[in-house]
């Protein structure tokens, strides 16, 4: 795994709904790699993450949507759930968020159900991910050449698009982010 040194990486959750094991793996592997992770979200005080279905434990948000701006990070991780990122593509601050980390070049990585806020974002057109099989029309509908892989890292757009579909694909997602960013 490549060195960080100290870059700060965006990890942009809704307030509840985040898959747990997508947070916490990517950010102890950017903080491995000596990176440092901070917790965006939507709304001040704690996010709840889940297990799937069930309550996990809550994380303290470092700085909301508005406060902050893509110049200000190195990266962008979304992690997925099902609750998350359908709570981030209806803040319209979110989304234009992460319009400009894509359109600036920054690389972004999303897992599992957060390629939606891609969608929103429409910033996925003739490029090439992953994401969960059941979001495969959404991106496909918005333009997006669509594959079933543990790991996709499109470099055609302004900056590295990284994508994987599920929990079971961290490993290879986590060493992707580690070394685009």
């Known amino acids: 795994m490549g060195h960080l040194d100290g870059k700060r990486i965006a990890f942009l959750v809704a307030p509840e709904g985040i898959e747990q094991v997508e947070l916490t793996e ?6 491995g790699a000596g990176g440092s992770p901070v917790l965006v979200s939507t709304a001040e005080g704690e996010v709840q993450a889940f297990h799937h279905l069930d309550k996990a434990d809550t994380f303290p948000v470092d700085a909301v949507v508005g406060s902050v701006r893509a110049g200000d990070f190195a990266g962008l991780v979304l992690p997925g759930g099902v609750a998350n990122p359908d709570a981030l593509r209806m803040d319209e601050g979110a989304v ?27 910033v ?5 991910l992953t994401s969960l099989p059941s979001l495969r029309t959404d991106l496909r509908n918005a333009g997006a050449d669509w594959v079933d892989e543990e790991l996709v890292v499109d470099e055609k757009g302004p900056g590295p698009l990284v994508t994987s579909r599920k929990p079971d694909d961290l ?5 992707a982010v580690v070394e685009r960013f």
């Open 96 to 122: 234009a968020l992460v319009r400009c980390f894509v359109e600036s070049g920054t690389p972004v990585a999303a897992i599992c159900h957060a390629p939606w806020v891609l969608v929103e974002a429409d």
């Open 171 to 175: 490993v290879a997602f986590c060493k």
């Open 124 to 128: 996925v057109r003739d490029r090439r």
């Open 26 to 31: 990517a950010w102890k592997a950017v903080e």
